[in-house]
C-alpha cells in the first residue's frame, strides 16, 4: 500500500469531508451509549453490593 | 414466551447467557460490515463516495424506528399488566433509541449537504424523525419528573403509547408528502431496489447495530434491576442511608 493510496482513500473522491464526519460521530454516538451504561450498571451494582453486605438476606 | 421473561432473576439468568453471542456477532458484523462499506462497495454512480454515509444512516435509521416499537410495546405490556419490568425495559431502551436517532440525524444533515446541498429541510421525513429525537428525550424525562416512581412510569409509557402515532408517520412520509429524501429502496412491495453489493455492507451493518443494541438493553436493564433492588432495600432500612 503507497501513501497515495492512503491519501485517495482517505479523500474519498472530495466525499471524505462528509464521509469521516459521519463516521466519527457514530463511533462517539455508540462510544457514549456503551460508557454511559457500564457506569450506571457498575455504580448500581456498587451500591447494591454495599447495601448487602450490611445486610445479608 | 412474554410471562416466561418476566421474572427478573430469569430475565438475568437468559440476558447473561445471550451476552456474548450479542458482542461475538456485533464485532463481526461489524467488522465485516465496516471493510464492504468503505473499502469493498463500489462508489454510488450518482452519489459518488457519499453513498457510503448510507451504511450507517440507514441502520441507525432502523433502529430508531425499532427501538421506538419495542419501547411502546413494553410501555403497553406495563400499562396493562402492570409488571414493572416492562417499565425497566422501556426505559432502558430509551437512551439507546435517542442516541440511534441522534445518529441518523446527524449523518443524514452531512449527507444531505453533499448530496442534495442542505443540511436540513424541514419536510414530512426530516421533521417527523426530529419529533422522535424529542419523544425520546420525553419518555426519558417524564419518568422522572414525578415524586412518585409509579406515576413517572405511568406518565412515560402513556407518551410512549400516543408517540407511537409518529412511526407510520416516518415510514411513509416519504410517500405521502413532496420531499428531497428517497423513497424506500430496502423495505419495499416488490423487494428491495439496490444491489447485493451495497445491500450486503447495509444488512451487515444493520446486525451489528441490532446484537450491539441488545447487548447495551441487556447491561441497561440489568443495571436497572439493581438500581430497583437498592430503592427497595433502602425502603427496608429507612431512608437516611
Known amino acids: 500500500m503507497t501513501l497515495q493510496m492512503i491519501t485517495d482513500f482517505i479523500a474519498l473522491n472530495g466525499y471524505g469531508a462528509y464521509v469521516w464526519p459521519a463516521f466519527g460521530v457514530t463511533v462517539l454516538a455508540l462510544g457514549w451509549m456503551a460508557v454511559d451504561t457500564l457506569h450506571r450498571l457498575r455504580a448500581n451494582e456498587r451500591l447494591l453490593n454495599e447495601l448487602q453486605k450490611d445486610d445479608p438476606r | ?241
Open chain 2, 1 to 241: 414466551m412474554f410471562n416466561f421473561l418476566a421474572n427478573p432473576a430469569r430475565f438475568m439468568r437468559i440476558g447473561n447467557a445471550v451476552l456474548p453471542w450479542c458482542w461475538t456477532v456485533a464485532a463481526i458484523a461489524g467488522a465485516a460490515g465496516l471493510y464492504l462499506a468503505l473499502l469493498a462497495s463500489p462508489a454510488d454512480y450518482q452519489q459518488g463516495d457519499s453513498v457510503r454515509i448510507m451504511y450507517i444512516h440507514v441502520p441507525a435509521a432502523w433502529m430508531a424506528l425499532a427501538t421506538y416499537t419495542l419501547i411502546a410495546f413494553f410501555a403497553a405490556v406495563a400499562l396493562v399488566w402492570k409488571h414493572p419490568l416492562a417499565h425497566l425495559v422501556a426505559q432502558s431502551a430509551a437512551p439507546l433509541g435517542a442516541g440511534f436517532t441522534l445518529i441518523c440525524l446527524v449523518t443524514g444533515a452531512l449527507w444531505g449537504q453533499t448530496s442534495w446541498g442542505t443540511w436540513w429541510e424541514w419536510d414530512g421525513r426530516m421533521t417527523s424523525v426530529l419529533v422522535l429525537f424529542f419523544l425520546y428525550l420525553g419518555i426519558m424525562a417524564l419518568a422522572h419528573a414525578f415524586d412518585d416512581n409509579e406515576r413517572g412510569n405511568q406518565m412515560s409509557a402513556i407518551l410512549a403509547l400516543v408517540g407511537f402515532v409518529n412511526i407510520p408517520i416516518i415510514k411513509f412520509s416519504v410517500d405521502w408528502w413532496a420531499t428531497l429524501h428517497q423513497p424506500a429502496s430496502v423495505f419495499r412491495a416488490g423487494g428491495p431496489a439496490i444491489h447485493p453489493s451495497m445491500l450486503w455492507p447495509l444488512a451487515l451493518m444493520a446486525v451489528a447495530f441490532t446484537t450491539y443494541f441488545a447487548a447495551l438493553l441487556i447491561l441497561r436493564v440489568r443495571g436497572a434491576i439493581a438500581a430497583r433492588k437498592v430503592q427497595a432495600l433502602r425502603l427496608v432500612k429507612g431512608w437516611n442511608r
